[in-house]
């Protein structure tokens, strides 16, 4: 998906500015990184409210046109007011095509209800993490990561050595021998635990009071 934002350079700095940059619906940014120095841009509110609800918009490589030159970009940072919903200020980090990039993409989970653990057995899938840290050149850069779950059954766990990735896409904390983490499984719920267990016990309460009035009828 390619997302394009608009901004403009921002000259004045300091909290006062800021202030008063919010109060007219603005955002205060920067965009850092490469060989360029920083610069500080503003952004419409409500446009740049609206982008962060997309899931894209925290995983994808973002055009960004500041007074009509066109950066590629990725969102690093944002800062919300404590209670309002307001975007209070936006870090974008330059990209460099020859450069590998690390970024965090959301996991797709798929085909739960056709799993035997669900759909036989009427287990439930517990996600552990919905999201993966990988690294990439930017033009191999997922909007997410699909993770199939059609052959898992009750008990089973899915680690990250077992994602199916995208071409030339890694996961670093594998490469630098980190810890393999679960990332799903499929479990079945104690509601259904607890019943079984009563019946066991039901059971059994028949077969003693039967064996009693048989020693009786002796």
């Known amino acids: ?24 619906g603005k955002v205060p940014a920067v965009i850092y990184g490469g060989e360029t120095p920083a610069q500080s ?12 609800k997309l899931e894209a918009f925290h995983a994808s490589i973002l055009s960004i046109d500041v007074d009509g030159k066109k950066e590629k970009v990725l969102l690093r940072d944002t800062q919300m007011h404590p209670f309002k919903q307001q975007v209070y ?8 095509p020859k450069k590998k990039i690390h970024m965090k993409v959301p996991l797709h989970f798929i085909n739960a ?3 035997p653990g669900v759909k036989t057995s009427g ?4 996600h552990v993490i919905t999201e993966v840290d990988i690294s990439c050149l930017p033009k191999d850069l997922p909007e997410f990561i ?20 995208p071409k030339d896409i890694e996961i670093p904390s594998l490469e630098k021998g980190g810890s393999d983490l679960p990332v799903v499984t499929i479990v079945i ?4 635990i ?13 077969e003693t009071v039967d064996s009693e009035d048989n020693k009786e009828a002796e």
């Open 1 to 24: 998906m390619k997302i394009e934002i608009t901004a403009n350079n921002r000259t004045l700095q300091g909290k006062g500015a800021s202030r008063r940059l919010r109060i007219a």
């Open 89 to 96: 200020h936006a870090d974008f980090q330059r990209v460099d």
């Open 113 to 115: 209800e056709s799993s």
């Open 189 to 192: 719920p104690r509601a259904l």
């Open 146 to 165: 699909t993770v199939d779950l059609v052959d898992m059954d009750v008990g089973d766990i899915m680690h990250l050595s077992d994602l199916v990735l």
């Open 123 to 126: 287990g439930n899938v517990s």
């Open 41 to 52: 841009i503003e952004l419409d509110h409500n446009t740049l409210y609206h982008k962060l």
């Open 194 to 206: 607890s019943e079984g267990e009563g019946e066991g016990e039901g059971e059994g309460d028949e």
